[in-house]
């Protein structure tokens, strides 16, 4: 496999764009030096980078893509709203469409706004918690990696560079899924947390249900609000998510990534009392500038929406996804066992959403181990990034595919675990995007 168009993109792209990307997860401190730098198109499951090499991808757009890349359903519908023109000077009629069908899909939740960024969403359910509560803080799972890059989150990261400590402090966190612990914040802050957001579910094989019913509880009875952030498990653990599938009313709720097929568009959700404190139906009260953005109600994104959840609505997406992310953790712990590597690679029992851990040979996490793996795949043509995030055109060629890679993979691990990864690895281990120093 050459690289030697990603290599010459790599050398340009710094001089263009700070960071090389539009989003850190995506750079090339994340991926091993045998990687593709760019990605010229995608079809399905499947991607070819700049220099024609093809992968099968695996984490889909950062998760966003769960149908397909360039499916055919949602291109139809965009392409018919592409003719009619995607921006106006008063709202488009199909955000009508778009707020009907989605609030239908999420009965417990009276209002919506659209956005174009999960970062926009998630900001504007803490404003509106702020101004509901009249309180300053924020808290969320100290151990969850990411909310927004807005300075209420990214300030309570080793990021914090540019966000003033006074900002920093108003972010409180607590330990996921640790009632204790969120207990112990609400007495340390008494009617100061204006609410508390959190993924509904990550990698975590406790009793999601029962926590966050009595999270809920406890935060309603310290009279703050509650919020869900749906960006990833939205149309993933569930259609539409995990309100629905765990059967809890969170105040808000965030959504974004799958809900479009990869296109921008995210909304918030949230019950009446708090979402119309956005509005301007109600003269004299004072006005809160909720989200305002040029392209929140872009057309063809909202199109790209309508078609996704009729698809959802008419195939049994998520019951094949989670089929196909069942074979794929199977497959894997096979092959591991097969090669008694069960200590050091661990993949988590999460259908929706596979996430892999990687351990040298004394089992602590290792960064140059893990990017070790990540070569080896990218190498047998998986363009793997230590998760796996089914998708609807991810068929049985596809999962055959990923797991031959995974087995050969596994190989090349096993005679590293020996010496060092050191000898097996081009160029350096992957860093961690949170990091004080580049
Ligand atoms: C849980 C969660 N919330 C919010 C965001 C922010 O979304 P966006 O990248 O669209 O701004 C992300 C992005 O990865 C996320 O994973």
């Given at each position: 496999m050459k690289f030697d168009r990603s290599n010459e993109y790599k050398k340009n792209i710094h001089q263009l764009i700070p960071g090389g990307a539009h989003t850190y997860s995506k750079g090339d401190d994340q991926f091993p030096s045998l990687a593709p730098a760019a990605i010229s198109y995608g079809k399905g499951a499947w991607v070819w980078d700049v220099d024609g090499n093809k992968f099968l991808d695996c984490s889909m757009g950062l998760t966003s893509v769960t149908l397909g890349h360039a499916f055919e359903p949602v291109l139809e519908r965009v392409r018919l709203e592409l003719e009619k023109g995607v921006n106006f000077q008063r709202p488009s009629v199909i955000e009508e469409e778009m707020a009907n069908e989605f609030?239908?899909?999420?009965?417990?939740?009276?209002?919506?706004k659209f956005a174009k960024n999960g970062s926009i969403v998630t900001t504007a359910a803490v404003k509106l918690a702020r101004a509901y509560t009249g309180r300053k803080l924020i808290a969320f799972p100290a151990d969850h990696p990411f909310y927004s890059y807005d300075d209420w989150f990214i300030g309570k990261t080793q990021c914090d560079f540019g966000v003033p400590e006074e900002i920093s402090?108003?972010?409180?966190?607590?330990?996921?899924?640790?009632?204790?612990?969120?207990?112990?914040?609400?007495?340390?802050?008494?009617?100061?947390?204006?609410?508390?957001?959190?993924?509904?579910?990550?990698?975590?094989?406790?009793?999601?249900?029962?926590f966050l019913k009595e999270a809920i509880e406890i935060t309603h009875k310290n009279g703050a609000l509650f919020i869900f952030d749906e960006m990833i498990t939205g149309f993933k653990t569930a259609f539409p998510g995990s309100l629905t599938k765990l059967d809890l009313i969170p105040d808000m709720a965030t959504w974004g990534k799958s809900v479009a097929n990869g296109f921008s568009f995210c909304a918030l959700t949230g019950i009446r009392e708090v979402m119309e404190?956005?509005?301007?139906?109600?003269?004299?009260?004072?006005?809160?500038f909720l989200i305002s953005t040029t392209h929140?109600?872009?057309?063809?994104?909202?199109?790209?929406?309508?078609?996704?959840i009729d698809f959802y609505k008419k195939n049994?997406?998520?019951?094949?996804?989670?089929?196909?992310?069942?074979?794929?953790?199977?497959?894997?712990?096979?092959?591991?066992?097969?090669?008694?590597?069960?200590?050091?690679?661990?993949?988590?029992?999460?259908?929706?959403?596979?996430?892999?851990?990687?351990?040298?040979?004394?089992?602590?996490?290792?960064?140059?181990?893990?990017?070790?793996?990540?070569?080896?795949?990218?190498?047998?043509?998986?363009?793997f990034q230590g998760a796996f995030v089914p998708a609807y055109t991810h068929n049985h060629e596809e999962i055959l595919f990923f797991l031959s890679a995974f087995e050969k993979s596994c190989e090349i691990y096993k005679k590293a675990l020996e010496t060092s990864y050191a000898n097996f690895l081009i160029g350096e281990p992957i860093k961690p995007v949170f990091r004080k120093y580049i």
């Open positions: 609030l239908s899909l999420v009965p417990m939740h009276h209002m919506i402090n108003l972010s409180v966190t607590f330990k996921s899924y640790d009632l204790t612990s969120l207990v112990e914040l609400f007495e340390r802050y008494p009617d100061q947390i204006a609410c508390v957001i959190t993924e509904p579910e990550r990698n975590f094989d406790g009793n999601t249900h029962a404190m956005g509005g301007i139906d109600k003269p004299g009260k004072e006005k809160l929140g109600g872009e057309t063809h994104a909202i199109a790209a929406g309508l078609a996704t049994n997406v998520i019951e094949k996804n989670h089929a196909t992310g069942t074979e794929i953790i199977n497959g894997c712990k096979e092959i591991l066992i097969k090669n008694t590597l069960q200590q050091q690679i661990q993949v988590s029992d999460t259908p929706w959403f596979l996430a892999f851990i990687f351990k040298d040979a004394d089992g602590k996490i290792n960064a140059g181990y893990r990017t070790l793996f990540l070569q080896e795949m990218i190498k047998n043509g998986v363009l």
